[in-house]
């Protein structure tokens, strides 16, 4: 009997040396989550046990410390919450947020398995799929609306209509001029020049040119009331109409002035937007901490192109290791809770850092000793056994 005794514990000692020894040997492991052995006695009515046995093995979910990489693919979760991968058929659930993009545009962990989303414009409610960044080039938008804030000199002279006809090749006959892009269907730019002319006290002609030309509807007035401030009501804002060559769409856009005024300063453009963009090819990605996959175009534009789908449990440590730093659900996992970063008890995603193992390499190397310790007390008891045996045996 006391021999089966040690034999069990030898081999729990020899399981939980396994155990700490697969904890040090992955202490620089990105992701890597350490576990313990729990032992349960081996009773089955006598008044003196038949040994150890390993209860299971319990794994540690304590977040790691986030490092910093410097890569842009690099990610780690600041809080609760796995990364959703499909490897084959299989889904599994990892913390190591190590990533490559692939030729074919999907991202990948070091074995292959696809990082999981939901694509731009769905939300969590749709089902999470493989994400995809398309290489596609994002197309042009026309400019459909113009703003500019501005300032126009109170002190300038009063150009009369009547006996000084607008001229834009004649700086005598308004009082300034600014310019700015806009873009057609086709992403072509085309030059907008904007001149005002001062007719009256508090009240200016608005000429809107384009690539040169100039269309009378193109027009407009701006009045301001006697404090400077622009009264929109009495003025007229022009709505500026073009047919630009090229085959590209009639453009046909409004051009505001909020929060234009008229004081005794020099003209000023504090402000000119508008909301067209040529073509651009993608140039590049990068991750909101709320999980969107953020594409840079050449055109200096961005757009959100998915969305990373992160997973929470109900009981973390019921999960099943995968290998490769991954884990699978179980019964005692639990279904996964999905969401996006940042939301209930999701953590936030931290670009151009990695998690790092939990491991806790000076603790595992007192667990060490403690365990090779408790190794060779176990032999001892078989040596101690073999004595008695022996002396038995030599009775005479």
């Not at 700015?180 to 269907?185: M, P």
């Not at 301001?224 to 929109?232: R, S, T, Y």
């Not at 959100?304 to 009981?315: K, P, S, V």
């Amino acid at each position: 009997m006391s021999f089966s005794q040690a034999l069990s514990g030898l081999n729990a000692a020899s399981q939980n040396l396994d155990a700490i020894g697969n904890n040090i040997a992955n202490s620089q492991t990105y992701g890597f989550k350490g576990s313990s052995i729990q032992f349960a006695d081996v009773y089955a009515g006598s008044q003196i046990g038949q040994g150890v046995r390993v209860a299971g093995v319990l794994q540690n979910f304590a977040n790691g410390t986030l490092e910093t990489t410097g890569r842009n693919l690099d990610l780690g979760i600041n809080g609760g919450g796995f990364f959703r991968f499909k490897q084959g058929d299989q889904v599994v659930y990892s913390r190591n947020g190590q990533l490559t993009l692939t030729q074919d545009g999907y991202l990948v962990n070091a074995s292959g398995a696809k990082l999981t989303g939901f694509a731009a414009g769905v939300g969590t409610g749709g089902t999470p799929e493989a994400l995809h960044v398309p290489t596609d080039a994002m197309s042009a938008n026309p400019t459909t609306t113009v703003q500019a804030a501005l300032n126009l000199d109170a002190g300038s002279a009063t150009i009369n209509r009547a006996t000084v006809p607008f001229d834009a090749t004649d700086a005598n006959s308004y009082s300034y001029a600014n310019t700015g892009t806009t873009y057609d269907s086709l992403g072509v730019q085309h030059i907008m020049t904007t001149y005002f002319t001062k007719t009256a006290d508090n009240t200016w002609e608005i000429q809107v040119g384009m690539d040169g030309t100039f269309n009378p509807a193109n027009q407009g007035t701006l009045v301001f009331d006697p404090n400077g401030v622009l009264n929109a009501g009495a003025s007229t804002l022009p709505n500026v109409t073009f047919t630009p060559a090229g085959g590209a769409a009639p453009m046909n856009f409004t051009l505001g002035f909020n929060g234009t005024t008229q004081f005794g300063n020099d003209f000023a453009l504090s402000s000119l937007v508008q909301d067209g963009y040529t073509s651009g090819s993608l140039v590049g990605i990068r991750f909101d901490k709320n999980g969107d996959i953020v594409g840079s175009y050449s055109n200096e534009q961005t757009r959100t192109l998915g969305t990373i789908a992160l997973a929470n449990f109900r009981n973390p440590e019921g999960l099943s290791p995968a290998g490769d730093n991954a884990w699978t659900e179980t019964g005692n996992s639990g279904q996964p809770l999905l969401g996006t970063a940042g939301s209930g008890q999701l953590g936030s995603l931290e670009d151009g850092t990695l998690e790092s193992s939990n491991v806790d390499l000076a603790t595992e190397l007192v667990n060490l000793i403690i365990a090779q310790r408790n190794y060779q007390a176990n032999t001892q008891t078989i040596k101690t056994q073999d004595q008695v045996l022996q002396t038995v045996v030599n009775l005479r």
